[in-house]
């Protein structure tokens, strides 16, 4: 069984940035790819960055690409998202989640393929 924890959230103006952290326990995360969804009051969970399980590889929604990065540290057992540029519409409780499946190849962008959750970090951005 894997325990996520995120930190790293808060308040914040818009252009201004956070660095949200993902933090493992009870198992290692080093063999499953790792994402991180939001949700806004109302809207549906939608997937946000994800990186596999080796790290060579990254995916992000448009709505965010080239602004967010994510990383990870497997020696360290979690995984970081660093948010530039942020914008009003980036308000959301911020998840990371570990994919159910080990070493998958593929960076599933869906909440039904990860197993594993975090309790979710409030981020907002004041315009």
């Known amino acids: 069984q894997v325990q996520l924890v995120e930190s790293g959230g808060g308040l914040v103006q818009a252009g201004g940035s956070l660095r949200l952290s993902c933090t493992a326990s009870?198992?290692?995360?080093?063999?499953?790819?790792m994402g991180w969804f939001r949700q806004a009051p109302g809207e549906e969970r939608e997937f946000v960055a994800g990186?596999?399980?080796?790290?060579?590889?990254?995916s992000y929604s448009d709505s965010v690409k080239g602004r967010f990065t994510i990383s990870r540290d497997n020696a360290k057992n979690m995984a970081v998202l660093q948010m530039n540029s942020l914008k009003p519409e980036d308000t959301a409780v911020y998840y990371c989640?570990?994919?159910?499946?080990?070493?998958?190849?593929?960076?599933?962008?869906?909440?039904?393929?990860?197993?594993?959750w975090g309790q979710g970090t409030q981020v907002t951005v004041s315009s």
């Open positions: 989640a570990a994919d159910r499946v080990m070493l998958r190849n593929r960076i599933e962008v869906v909440a039904q393929e990860y197993d594993y």
């Open positions: 009870g198992r290692t995360i080093s063999r499953y790819n």
């Open positions: 990186i596999r399980w080796s790290g060579g590889s990254t």
